[in-house]
């Protein structure tokens, strides 16, 4: 029997051995789970883990809400979530006695790997979760020093724009994709952007992300922005690999993904 401790809720409960009903409302950890090749563990997920694993376990919540009776059903040996506004959910989820461990949100690519590593400790993985981030770790250096184009990032998460700073992990993605992000110098993770700043800026490369309930269309908006600069559009989606707001074992796809399109940007 182990005793862990997650330090972001201040809670601490056993775990024996591997869990056998994993509760992941965190589509990062439930992508690692079934990439450590454990996906039956999985028995219950938030809405929008179904988008990176192909599982039959239920829906029992979204990212800031979960249905703690279905949970209690369920009687997890293990509730995933994370750090910054799901903080709220996991205390609640502690509060109500369950074993729930916030993995905390990445900064950097450097993040991303280490939360692999920490699903992979909880799930009784390590061995697996070494091989997986090295393998990760690999395909990360062959893609070595590449040209640099400017690049201003668009993210809308539902209604609500935004574009990265230095503390997003999606800075990581474009920089070792080939890009530079344009606000990369911020401290925030992520921020309004300026539009008068991007316009002055004149980015070579825009990579957009809007996501299925809130569709944009990036060429009308750049239109009615007035803005005379052309950059070249990449359009980022929710689907798994070309994803860059998608946190988990899938970010090395994402990235290959965009230099690849980099690479058709300056040709």
């Given amino acids: 029997m182990a005793r862990v401790t997650s330090e972001l809720l201040q809670h601490t409960f056993e775990l024996s051995g591997r869990p056998k009903r994993v509760v992941s409302l965190l589509a990062a950890a439930t ?51 994370t750090s910054g506004v799901q903080s709220a959910l996991g ?32 799930m009784d993985a390590m061995e697996t979760g070494r091989t997986l981030v090295d393998s990760l770790n690999r395909r990360l250096r062959t893609l070595g020093d590449r040209p640099r184009r400017s690049t201003y990032v668009e993210v809308w998460f539902g209604k609500h724009l935004r574009t990265i700073g230095g503390r997003s992990f999606i800075a990581d993605i474009v920089d070792i994709a080939g890009g530079e992000a344009l606000f990369a110098s911020s401290p925030a993770a992520y921020l309004k952007p300026d539009f008068a700043a991007v316009a002055m800026a004149a980015p070579e490369v825009m990579v957009a992300l809007s996501e299925p309930e809130y569709p944009v ?18 359009v980022s989606t929710v689907a798994k690999g070309n994803n860059i707001i998608q946190d988990g074992p899938s970010i090395v796809d994402t990235i290959e993904w965009l230099a690849d399109r980099f690479d058709a940007a300056g040709d």
């Fill in 91 to 122: 205390r609640r989820l502690a509060e109500a006695g369950h074993p729930v461990y916030a993995v905390p949100l990445p900064s950097s690519i450097f993040g991303v790997l280490e939360n692999i590593l920490t699903v992979a400790a909880l």
């Fill in 217 to 234: 269309d990036f060429p009308h908006a750049i239109r009615e922005r007035g803005w005379t600069f052309d950059p070249q559009l990449i």
């Fill in 31 to 81: 992508e690692t789970i079934d990439a450590l090749g454990l996906g039956e563990t999985i028995a219950g997920v938030s809405e929008y883990c179904h988008r990176y694993v192909a599982t039959a376990a239920p829906t029992v919540g979204q990212y800031t809400s979960a249905d703690l009776d279905r949970i209690a059903e369920i009687g997890p040996d293990l509730v995933l979530v």
